[in-house]
């Protein structure tokens, strides 16, 4: 266990709906990350946010989008949505808002699966 | 354009046997790498990671081997044993970015 909550663990909804995942990371980290990954692909990195502020962007769709809360939660919101976008949806929270060294490694929730019909 | 690339998706290995898993990059600025293992139904968990001022680490059975020139890496494990058959992604980053490149990942299999 990783400290790291998602929910739901599954949903299932309709193309053109929106849905909101939700994510707490463990205690004391204050960053949060949400990554995408698709079948038989790789983790794409979507965004980050540090403490309440976005700190990166990756690839994320503008039908997408994402907020940290003051009680640093996180809540990724996907509108619109298509079939292409059925995916597994990771977060992932550390200490701090930068890689390396160790102390900012990256601890992921088990994540959400999405199937849009 | 995928910066970083593992270009075998899955890998059989003997129980008992080494186990090694590799990894390229494209991108110079990456300078920690980071490798991550996974089972079905679960997110990815964190293995190993190596700076670029270092070309070895290792970690109990593990060792991450990490060539710049040449912008490969990989991951070795001895001896593998059945709970190491899992995916494992390789990841990179820049010292100052905070986001992570995943590769596609590599499917470990250990077989008696």
């Known amino acids: 266990d990783s400290g790291v909550t998602q929910t739901p663990k599954h949903l299932i909804t309709a193309t053109g709906q929106r849905v909101t995942l939700r994510c707490s990371p463990r205690?004391?980290?204050?960053?949060v990350y949400w990554y995408q990954q698709s079948l038989d692909q790789g983790l794409q990195f979507l965004i980050q946010?540090?403490?309440?502020?976005?700190?990166a962007k990756g690839n994320i769709l503008e039908r997408f989008s994402a907020q940290q809360f003051p009680d640093l939660h996180s809540e990724l919101n996907l509108s619109s949505l298509e079939l292409g976008d059925s995916a597994l949806y990771f977060c992932?929270?550390?200490?701090?808002?930068?890689?390396?060294?160790?102390?900012?490694?990256?601890?992921f929730g088990p994540g959400t699966r999405l199937t849009v019909l | 354009d995928q910066q970083v690339k593992q270009n075998s998706p899955s890998l059989s290995v003997q129980e008992g046997r080494i186990s090694i898993l590799n990894c390229d990059y494209t991108?110079?600025?990456?300078?920690?790498f980071l490798w991550y293992k996974k089972y079905p139904a679960e997110g990815p968990t964190f293995l190993i990671s190596?700076?670029?001022?270092?070309d070895k680490n290792e970690d109990g059975r593990f060792t991450v081997f990490l060539n710049k020139s040449a912008k490969h890496l990989s991951l070795h494990i001895v001896p593998s044993q059945p709970g190491d058959s899992a995916v494992y992604f390789c990841?990179?980053?820049?010292?100052?970015?905070?986001?992570?490149?995943f590769g596609s990942g590599t499917r470990l299999s250990i077989r008696p």
């Open positions: 992932a929270s550390s200490v701090g808002g930068r890689v390396g060294f160790g102390y900012n490694e990256q601890f």
């Open positions: 205690s004391g980290d204050l960053s």
């Open positions: 946010y540090y403490n309440g502020e976005e700190r």
């Open positions: 991108n110079s600025m990456f300078d920690y």
């Open positions: 190596i700076s670029s001022i270092k």
């Open positions: 990841a990179a980053s820049g010292s100052s970015a905070s986001k992570i490149i």
